[in-house]
């Protein structure tokens, strides 16, 4: 009896692993586009900071980003056990804030001039290089901003999971959350830990003596693709920011999922992947335009603070 018990609890075991295995993988391609904007901030944040100081600054924002998910998991368990009603109105708040932080990127391009940003970037460098200014100070103000966004960007991470995960038991919900937050927390700061050096491995590879001229040549080309990479990511993140809000919000909204659906019934396989697919990018555009016009006109009624 005892073998035959511990055989089936090891089985219960597996299946809830395996359960939350799958339900994870769904959780992480919900957050996609949250991911690659999560990537693209984060790498963003530690410039201005010194060369030999970036890997500890990105470790101090990923242990802050480690505490964000030990506050924002136990509030999720305990919406989902106590008012689970809310779950999907925070679902549709996380796709209007996705939305609206696209098209503010996307706005920013016209309301600020280049001169605004080459301003702000002139501003960080000369912090680096003048000796009067506190480089500590310096750096706790950057981490304090980076885990403030951090905060924000987990957040709608673990709504999206709580969304996709609201009808399994809590255990399942749990297991999810708690390998979302992990596996976001270690992959992008391990991603932007990547990023953030990739300039200077590139020098490494210039510098080096007797190098290979191909190796020069390849260090020359990492060095030089770096910001491009960084663009790349902002741009893929902002878009896929839009198909993830706008699709949260086509599902939340019952006629604009039946619409979209009554659309693609006759069309053959490409168009029934890609109508939806750009449907619910219009919807993120539109959806994200409409809440900036209300931020900006609440700015302008009480005040910018």
């Known amino acids: 009896m005892a073998g035959s018990s511990l055989l089936a609890l090891i089985d219960d075991i597996a299946t809830l692993l395996d359960d939350v295995a799958s339900m994870t993988k769904v959780a992480a391609g919900k957050t996609a586009g949250v991911l690659g904007d999560d990537l693209a901030l984060n790498a963003e944040q530690v410039s201005g900071v010194r060369a030999d100081r970036e890997l500890p600054v990105v470790w101090a ?68 290089v003048n000796s009067e200014v506190n480089i500590v100070e310096f750096e706790k103000q950057k981490i304090k901003g980076a885990i403030r966004t ?24 749990l297991g999810v ?44 080309g990492i060095v030089s693709a ?13 878009i896929a920011m839009f198909l993830v809000g706008g699709g949260i919000l086509v599902h939340g909204l019952p006629f604009l999922h039946h619409f979209v659906e009554g659309l693609i019934v006759d069309m053959n396989a490409v168009l029934h992947w890609l109508v939806p697919v750009l449907f619910d990018a219009l919807v993120g555009l539109l959806a994200g335009a409409v809440v900036l016009v209300i931020v900006e006109a609440g700015r302008k009624l009480f005040g910018r603070a």
């Open 150 to 173: 951090d905060f924000i960007l987990s957040a709608e991470i673990i709504v999206l999971t709580l969304g996709t995960v609201a009808a399994e038991t809590l255990t399942v919900q």
């Open 226 to 238: 770096a910001p491009k990479l960084m663009k790349v990511l902002s741009v893929v993140g902002t």
């Open 61 to 128: 924002v990923a242990k802050g980003s480690l505490v964000n998910k030990m506050i924002l998991v136990p509030g999720a368990m305990a919406i989902s056990y106590f008012i689970p009603w809310l779950i999907i109105p925070l679902l549709m708040l996380g796709g209007l804030y996705l939305c609206f932080e696209g098209f503010e990127k996307v706005a920013h391009k016209f309301i600020h001039s280049g001169d605004a940003d080459q301003q702000h970037h002139a501003e960080l460098a000369s912090a680096v």
């Open 177 to 220: 959350m708690l390998g979302i937050a992990l596996l976001v927390t270690v992959g992008v700061y391990g991603l932007v830990a990547g990023i953030v050096k990739l300039d200077d491995l590139g020098l490494y590879m210039v510098q080096k003596p007797g190098a290979a001229s191909v190796t020069r040549k390849l260090g020359r």
